[in-house]
């Protein structure tokens, strides 16, 4: 099974701060990778599609890019609204597995 | 709009089964391959079990390999997981959401195992 080890766990930054959260992969999983963003108590949004593509109606401070086996999400400036749980999830290959997640706070 | 809908979730105790569905309107179902993927309460996203458009192609997690089988009804529009030999441990909110891209997910629907 392909592991994907998501770091970090949590994380605490200030409004306008530059925020970076990382997957790798331990196996190629070419640039089969969505990373979703989840708020308390909803489903799971889709922020990045095939790793490095912005979903519909995502803000363009939200990038996603991939360097070998690791892959990132970037948020350029941080906004009260971007405070969630983000998650990336690998469907190269079944089963399809998701990172353990990051939960972003306001410092 | 798209629309996924679970339903069938409760409370089961250790050993018992439950069966959930999850009615999709606002797209052609039958042209889309479904998952369910459930969260445990504080927990991370785990992907539970994948179905083709046209049934034909199945695949579970090995956490629930054996136990749980997913299904659909393209003429009904709705999705299925039934689950057997329910454990403590699948006590979770489980979604539906749509194949490949994972574009729309249902809300939810809460099972919990417990005596």
């Known amino acids: 099974d392909i592991q994907m080890t998501q770091s970090p766990s949590s994380m605490s930054a200030s409004l306008g701060d530059r925020v970076t959260i990382t997957c790798q992969a331990s196996?190629?999983?070419?640039?089969?990778l969505i990373w979703f963003q989840q708020k308390p108590g909803k489903s799971p949004r889709p922020m990045i599609y095939?790793?490095?593509n912005l979903a519909n109606g995502v803000p363009s401070r939200f990038s996603g890019s991939r360097s070998g086996s690791d892959y990132s999400l970037t948020i350029s400036s941080l906004e009260s609204e971007d405070m969630a749980d983000y998650h990336c999830?690998?469907?190269?290959?079944?089963?399809?597995?998701f990172g353990a997640g990051t939960k972003l706070e306001l410092k | 709009e798209v629309q996924l809908v679970e339903s069938g979730g409760g409370l089961v105790q250790p050993g018992r089964s439950l069966k959930l569905s999850c009615l999709a309107s606002?797209?052609?179902?039958?042209?889309?391959?479904m998952n369910w993927i459930r969260q445990a309460p504080g927990k991370g996203l785990e992907w539970v079990a994948s179905?083709?458009?046209?049934?034909?192609?199945?695949y579970y997690a090995d956490t629930v390999k054996g136990r749980f089988t997913i299904s659909r009804d393209n003429a009904k529009n709705t999705l299925y997981l039934q689950m057997t030999s329910l454990r403590s441990e699948d006590t979770a909110l489980y979604y539906c959401?749509?194949?490949?891209?994972?574009?729309?997910w249902g809300q939810g629907v809460m099972v919990t195992v417990s005596s």
């Open positions: 959401a749509r194949h490949v891209s994972f574009d729309y």
């Open positions: 606002g797209f052609t179902f039958s042209n889309y391959g």
């Open positions: 179905i083709s458009s046209s049934s034909s192609y199945i």
């Open positions: 196996q190629d999983i070419g640039n089969n």
């Open positions: 095939y790793a490095t």
């Open positions: 999830l690998q469907y190269k290959q079944y089963p399809y597995t």
